[in-house]
């Protein structure tokens, strides 16, 4: 399964009336978030998952929203580790659901 | 009363394999832990199966080892998750080069052939390497396994077999006596008695020793090990680097990689150990000095175990200078993982043999000296 | 290190500001660390600034105890030195050390209060480890700090009052709550435990949310066992499969929720070096400690969750205590009286256990995991290969059976998985649960990026 391909996994936003948009990142494609949302949420609303799990064929999109699980840490696109559910969403950001090519 | 033709002492690798061998060999063996079989140095070091870089004393063994660690599944039932992924150690400036080739020759009577590499074949064949280095040498058929595997299969396939495992069995005081020796286990009345004894207590075997009055001064080491989360494929060969410091290597398969430097810190007589912070950061940077694509890996956990270590940094393997039918192998000083298995063949072959074609020259325990007399070793004539 | 190193407290969640409260009001000025960008903890966590609702909308009827704890911790702020987003990653005698974002930090310390908190304690189920399944307490944290709902149609699957408070959470916030399903039988015991009396307002929240669902037409199931979670062709979850006696139904539905109670972090606890107790209505290994929170380790306190679950106000008072007792440690210090919390604390104490009666850990049905199920989410392993370890070592040691399988060697270090591993070991070793032991907290307690560890500041806060 490429990262690519949405899960189509429904979280729901609720209505928030002062609520900005946040253009970022995510495997090249561009998302649309609210100031304030982390990436967990972000990327749950939009692609639905946030990673593919190492050891079998599956896909992860977090698991207790409170950096206890650890299931949830992705990449910015120059490499570096970042965990979703404590990492707030910013413009321009440039992440990536699987590790990027060495070197990068 | 029974009598026992082998007792060990120690269930670690080198006395889990003892009790496998002694027993292919039809004799009635008992081991005793203390704990459970291979949860000190056996279960907790970096697990790295590897020939090149020993002192020529510990190459014969190393050789055999190495046959062993070929066929584990068929001696053990399963191969321990080993992997012949080479071992490279890396030449800082031309001073190593010539240590390297230096070494390259020693091992060739060995048998043991390995390839020098220069500056420009590292960057070709591993691109990953950071720092600079003036070039390195590599030992194709060494690698790793999975530490936490590997004793506590011997110990099972030894059980299997007849030997009589005794963990969380703690022996508080063995003599020697008429017929051999008598072991004193905590909360039993009872001594156990055997012919032949065999002292594999690990950082506690000059404890051991000192029983029979073979005083020789072992210290404990507490190596600090880190692990990281699961990467994608990296590191080829289990990395080290002349002059010591960072070793690493890549778990295969699973991927995690494994690295180590520098020591935390060990109580031996309080059986705890825990690596320190200060010495994982620094393992952290080097780490990241020797590949600099792990800057970015998660770090995982740190631990570390209860080693001992000998003042030249070999081990003691062989027959007790003093005690008939007592022998001693303990004291690896962080490198006894890859010898195990082939340790507690010879150990076997000693015992019931009276010899071993391996040879264990230059790790007598009496190159440390002449033995203290015998008035220093408890009689038989004991109260538990 | 000297006797006048600020004391260091761990988390500033009610607990711990309810401690540096209490240091305050004695003239101390403590260090304050947490992990999260706001205080409040899990309970009383914060949105955003952007993605605020109004206090009554987030928390409930909580709302008047979120607002409280906001205003004290303001008011505190100016005599504590508050660290946000700071990782206690290790701690040693004498040094604590620290990730940020810039990276490592040390401090010195003498005296620590440890009230890391708690998180859900989960028992698998087939499906449970990919996408849109969440826990309980994480679906709350969805709502209440980042305005947002797991799902469309949610299935609530667990056991213990946060159940019915996210339920109905949810509700409120206009999700459609498909069912929740509840592992215990509550209403058999709730009229006999007199120890529920000690809750009164506690108990009273609670009854309210269990009514108001099934007056909305929620299907509240109880003595639920949850056998799968099924998805559809591209993963997404598309409902819940479960037996009650021996009745299976499915219930439709987009996203789950799974939580049986909480769990306390005791990662640090370990790596102190305390000395441990296994309480066995909360089938954990916790910190041992005396009535106002004092470890076997001088100059080491424990409150909150973090110590035993006994919920937020608990959390406040327990604070208070361990820096109290803290206080009266300090020979020179004023220490005021402590009888009447503790008696407060105890009576409290004696409602969770009559609630903890009334929703017990699952632990049968842990046990009973079928073979495939994945247990270790981190490294997939099954309870198959859990309990072939087991049989095949003879060992029932958890450390043991995480050396030969990895349980517990992932990015978690066990902390997902160790309440149903453990169920899982002592079933299969036929032991009791508390010989199985606990998974020992190791350094670094939650991954760091090597890089941060190798870019050490070298100072101190």
Same mark, same amino acid.
């Given at each position: 399964m490429r990262s690519r391909d949405r899960t189509a996994f429904s979280l729901k936003r609720l209505e928030i009336a002062a609520s900005a948009p946040v253009e970022f990142l995510v495997d090249g494609r561009k998302v649309t978030a609210r100031k304030g949302e982390t990436l967990l949420t972000a990327l749950n609303a939009d692609?639905?998952?946030?990673r593919n799990f190492e050891f079998l064929e599956e896909r992860r999109? +977090?698991? /207790?929203?409170? +950096?206890? /699980?650890?299931?949830c840490w992705l990449w910015t696109s120059s490499g570096e580790r970042i965990r979703a559910c404590t990492s707030l969403v910013e413009t321009n950001d440039s992440l990536s659901t699987s590790a990027p090519e060495a070197g990068a | 009363m029974t009598s026992f033709d082998v007792a060990i002492i120690g269930g670690g690798l080198a006395g889990c394999s003892a009790a496998l061998h002694a027993r292919r060999r039809g004799a009635s063996v008992i081991l005793f832990e203390r704990g459970r079989c291979g949860a000190q140095a056996s279960g907790v070091n970096y697990g790295g199966v590897r020939q090149q870089g020993r002192h020529p004393a510990e190459l014969p063994l190393a050789r055999r080892s190495r046959a062993m660690w070929e066929r584990l599944v068929d001696l053990i039932g399963q191969d321990c998750e080993f992997s012949a992924t080479g071992h490279l150690k890396l030449a800082r400036n031309d001073a190593d080069m010539a240590d390297l080739v230096a070494h390259q020759q020693m091992v060739s009577s060995f048998g043991l052939s390995l390839e020098i590499l220069d500056r420009s074949d590292l960057r070709r064949r591993y691109p990953y390497l950071g720092q600079d280095f003036a070039g390195g040498s590599l030992c194709a058929e060494d690698g790793q396994a999975n530490p936490r595997l590997v004793a506590p299969a011997f110990a099972r396939c030894a059980r299997e077999k007849g030997a009589v495992i005794r963990e969380?069995?703690?022996?508080?005081l063995a003599v020697a006596d008429r017929n051999g020796f008598q072991l004193f286990a905590a909360g039993e009345d009872a001594p156990v008695h055997a012919r032949r004894l065999i002292n594999t207590a690990g950082a506690w075997g000059a404890g051991v020793a000192k029983w029979f009055g073979d005083i020789v001064r072992e210290e404990v080491m507490a190596p600090n090990m880190c692990v990281t989360e699961p990467i994608a494929p990296l590191v080829g060969p289990n990395l080290g680097i002349c002059g010591g410091g960072i070793y690493v290597r890549q778990a295969t398969g699973h991927g995690s990689v494994i690295f180590g430097s520098g020591l935390g810190t060990a109580d031996r007589d309080a059986l705890r150990a825990r690596p320190l912070a200060d010495v994982t950061m620094e393992a952290a940077s080097a780490a990241i000095k020797m590949v600099p694509a792990l800057a970015n890996v998660l770090l995982v956990r740190s631990w570390t175990g209860i080693e001992g270590r000998m003042p030249d940094g070999l081990p003691v393997i062989g027959a007790s200078p003093s005690t008939p039918n007592l022998f001693h192998a303990f004291g690896f000083s962080g490198h006894g993982f890859q010898l195990g298995p082939a340790v507690g063949a010879v150990l076997a072959e000693l015992s019931l043999e009276g010899g071993s074609p391996t040879s264990l020259d230059g790790l007598s325990m009496t190159r440390f000296g002449e033995p203290k007399s015998n008035s220093a070793a408890p009689v038989a004539a004991v109260r538990t | 290190m000297s006797a006048t190193d600020p004391v260091i407290i761990v988390g500033a969640g009610p607990a711990g500001v309810s401690a540096a409260g209490a240091l305050v009001e004695a003239g101390q000025k403590p260090i304050l660390i947490d992990e999260g960008m706001f205080p409040g903890g899990q309970i009383f966590r914060r949105a955003p600034a952007p993605l605020a609702r109004s206090g009554k909308d987030t928390y409930g009827f909580e709302a008047t105890r979120a607002h409280a704890l906001g205003e004290h911790f303001a008011a505190i702020l100016p005599s504590i030195t508050y660290y946000p987003e700071t990782l206690i990653w290790g701690i040693e005698p004498g040094t604590i050390h620290l990730a940020r974002k810039d990276g490592a930090l040390r401090q010195p310390w003498t005296r620590l209060i440890v009230a890391p908190g708690a998180m859900d304690r989960i028992v698998p189920v087939k499906g449970w480890t990919g996408p849109g399944v969440f826990t309980i307490g994480g679906a709350q944290i969805a709502l209440k700090a980042q305005a947002s709902l797991i799902g469309g149609e949610v299935v609530f699957v667990g056991s213990g009052p946060l159940l019915y408070l996210v339920a109905y959470q949810y509700a409120r916030a206009g999700a459609r709550v498909v069912a929740v399903l509840e592992h215990a039988d509550p209403f058999r015991h709730v009229s006999a435990m007199a120890g529920l009396v000690a809750g009164g307002r506690i108990l009273a929240k609670g009854l309210y949310y269990m009514a108001w669902l099934r007056a909305h037409g929620i299907v509240v199931e109880t003595r639920a066992e949850p056998t799968e979670i099924l998805r559809n062709r591209n993963g997404r979850v598309s409902g819940v499969r479960f037996l009650k006696g021996t009745r299976e139904t499915t219930l439709t539905c987009d996203a789950v929720g799974i939580g049986y109670g909480l769990k306390s972090e005791t990662q640090l606890a370990d790596l102190l070096g305390v000395d441990f107790i296994f309480d066995r209505q909360h089938r954990q290994w916790l910190p041992k400690t005396d009535a106002d929170g004092r470890s076997s380790v001088k100059g080491v306190y424990f409150a909150g969750d973090g110590l035993a679950i006994r919920g937020s106000e608990v959390a406040e008072m327990t604070g208070e205590l361990a820096a109290r007792a803290l206080l009266a440690d300090e020979a020179s210090a004023y220490a005021p009286p402590v009888s009447g919390l503790r008696q407060r604390v105890a009576r409290m104490d004696e409602f969770r256990r009559a609630l903890d009666g009334v929703f017990p850990f699952p632990s049968r049905m842990a046990s009973m995991s079928?073979?495939?199920?994945?247990?270790c989410r981190c490294e997939g392993l099954t309870a198959g290969s859990l309990r072939e370890a087991v049989t095949t070592s003879g060992e029932c040691d958890i450390n043991r059976i995480k050396a030969f399988t990895r349980l517990g060697m992932g990015r978690c270090q066990g902390r997902v998985c160790a309440p149903m591993a453990a169920e899982l070991i002592a079933a299969q070793a036929a032991v009791d649960i508390a010989a199985v032991g606990r998974i020992r907290g190791q350094a670094p307690v939650k991954p760091v990026p090597l890089t941060a560890l190798a870019r050490r500041t070298h100072d101190q806060l």
């Open positions: 692609l639905g998952h946030v999109s +977090g698991f /207790c929203w409170m +950096g206890a /699980c650890q299931d | 969380q069995c703690s022996i508080k | 079928p073979d495939d199920t994945v247990i």
